[in-house]
C-alpha cells in the first residue's frame, strides 16, 4: 500500500493553547511579560522558534526558560489542552482502507504520546508510530525506522521539518497551512502543495495518484479566507 506519513502536532491535533499557555506561565515564572496570544502566534506562523522569541525578549534567562519547556511540553496536564482538529478521525479512517498510514512525530515522551492517541481514539489507524525519544537527530528522516518505511507516496504536516522528511525521502509534501507555520511561509520554503482543511486531503491525494504527479499550489491565503477553516481566532 502506498505510505502517508503524517505530523502530529498542528497537522492533527491543535496545540496552540498548550504552546501559548506553557510559553507565557515559563516567561511570567521568570517576571517577565509575555507576548499576547495573536503576536505569538503571529510570530510563530511566519518562521520564527520560540526560542527566537526568547532571544528578542529583554529580561528572559533562554537557558532557564529551554529547560523548564522541555519539561513541561509533554506533560500529561499539559497535553490534556490539545484538540483534535474536527474531522480527524472520519479523515484517517477514509485514507486507512486505501493507504498505510504511519505517524512520524519529534515528541520524546513515547508514553505519554501512545497515551494521547488512545484518548484521542488515533491509535488504531497507524500502522506505525515513529517518534524522536532520547536518541538526538537533525530532521525527521534520521528517526530511527524511517530508512525501513515503504518507499514513496507522502508526506503531511504543518511545518519545514515536514517538507524535509518528504525531500530527504523522496515522498510529495502535502502541507497544512493552518497549524504552526503560515501557508505563506510554508510555500516560501518550497511547499509543492498546500491546502486550507484537513477535508480536503483525501481527494487532494487521491487526485494526485490518479495524475502521477503532485497536485496544484492552492493560494493559501485567500483559501483560508474563503473556507474559514477550523482554527481559533490567534491567527
Partial sequence: M??????????LIDVSARHYFLYRSVISGQGVEALPE????RHRRAGESTIDLLAATLGVDVERFTAAWM??????DWLARDEPYEG???ILETLGREYELVLITLRRDRGALMDQLDALHMRSYFTEVICHGPRLVSGKHLLQGVAELTPGGYAVGDTEADIELASETGRRAICLSY??????YLASRGAETVIGSLRELPEVI???ERSGGPADVADVEQDLALRNVHTRARF
Fill in 71 to 76: 519539561e513541561g511540553i509533554e506533560r500529561p
Fill in 179 to 184: 497549524g504552526v507555520r503560515s501557508g505563506r
Fill in 38 to 41: 495573536g503576536d505569538f502566534w
Fill in 88 to 90: 480527524v478521525v472520519e
Fill in 2 to 11: 502506498t505510505p502517508i506519513l503524517f505530523d502530529l502536532d498542528g497537522t
Fill in 206 to 208: 487521491n487526485a494526485a
